[in-house]
């Protein structure tokens, strides 16, 4: 079945190569590097090209060309309905409409000296772009890097959607350019495959879209924030208490010290991922190895459940929680003396 909005969108970026119309500027805050797994799985940092985009001058006056590719995204069934609106998820929307289409094409073209034409990098990202409008449900990761667990047995489940798992290299540099991932010592350039894994949590929120002239009801969200958080609660407006949870109950399983820096929420937008993170203050420089065997992956779902499903454990006042962790992260023994005590 032809695509007819892609070929129109195709011949649209076709004309603007051949003509000129464009310019080039460079992405300032663009990484330059990239750490990546090798097969000793170990994360190294690689150079990456330096990255230009295009976008069309203001003055480009319109073409026959850019007219049917605004009549096939008009006309497409899944792109068109929603022109002028804004779609999203419970933490945000963005507005849809031509310029998103385009700017998805014109992204897809890495160029480091001349613009070239790729046309299976367009059409991925269109195709990708269709994907993702016409989902009804978002998903969102939380990351919480643990470094120092050692385990044959990734991944482990504690709950559905909470694992124990070794991050992907997108996973890797989303919480390395946060600065919660970081190599043991400055000096060092690599970050061995047990500094590279952590708590992955997965949240389904429904896809949203709002009409032009509507408003969204944010009721539901003001809420979610004010509301006390329970032990477990699946919230991503309270990802930072979950990731406290989390670490709280490892921390009981097994008496090894284990830290995290902080975590970060990755969620897919109309452009692109985007991510938010908090962070948390931890002991530096001390790492020590957290093992988890067959014991220890039982007992930390074990622990999970039961702090769940008991009514006095699920609303444990958060200072509790919070104190025991605190003493653990304290740099000061005298500190954490007093943070267990409470």
């Not at 991944?155 to 959607?161: A, K, R």
């Amino acid at each position: 079945m032809t695509d007819d909005c892609t070929e129109a969108l195709l011949s649209f970026m076709r004309e603007t190569l051949t003509n000129g119309t464009f310019s080039l500027y460079e992405i300032a805050a663009y990484p330059k590097e990239r750490w990546q797994r090798g097969p000793d799985q170990v994360a190294r940092p690689s150079l990456m090209p330096t990255r230009r985009l295009l976008t069309l001058k203001d003055d480009v006056p319109t073409s026959p060309i850019r007219e049917r590719m605004s009549e096939a995204v008009r006309n497409d069934p899944d792109f068109g309905p929603i022109l002028g609106w804004m779609i999203g998820d419970s933490m945000g929307t963005s507005s849809f409409d031509e310029s998103t289409l385009m700017a998805h094409a014109q992204d897809a073209l890495v160029i480091e000296r001349t613009p070239e034409m790729n046309e299976q990098a367009v059409r991925d990202a269109i195709a990708g772009l269709r994907e993702y409008v016409k989902a009804t449900e978002r998903l969102s990761h939380v990351l919480i890097p643990l470094p120092g667990i050692k385990s044959k047995l990734l991944p482990v489940e504690i709950e559905e959607g909470i694992q124990i798992d070794n991050f992907s290299d997108d996973e890797i540099n989303a919480c390395a350019g946060t600065g919660i991932l970081q190599p043991l010592f400055p000096a060092m350039t690599i970050l061995t495959e047990d500094e590279c894994v952590g708590i992955r949590i997965t949240f389904t929120s429904p896809a949203v879209r709002v009409a032009p002239g509507s408003q969204r009801d944010t009721v539901a969200s003001e809420e979610a924030v004010v509301a006390p958080h329970e032990f477990g609660e699946r919230s991503v407006l309270r990802f930072h208490d979950l990731a406290e949870d989390v670490l709280f109950v490892m921390r009981l399983v097994r008496p090894e010290w284990i830290t995290s820096r902080g975590a970060v929420h990755l969620r897919e937008s109309p452009l692109g991922a985007s991510r938010s993170w908090i962070t948390r203050r931890t002991r530096q420089i001390i790492r020590t190895i957290y093992v988890i065997d067959e014991a220890t992956a039982s007992d930390s779902g074990d622990v999970w459940r039961a702090l769940r499903s008991t009514p006095q454990a699920r609303s444990l006042p958060r200072i509790c929680l919070r104190r025991f962790n605190d003493a653990i992260d304290q740099g000061s023994f005298e500190d954490a003396i007093v943070d267990h005590v409470i």
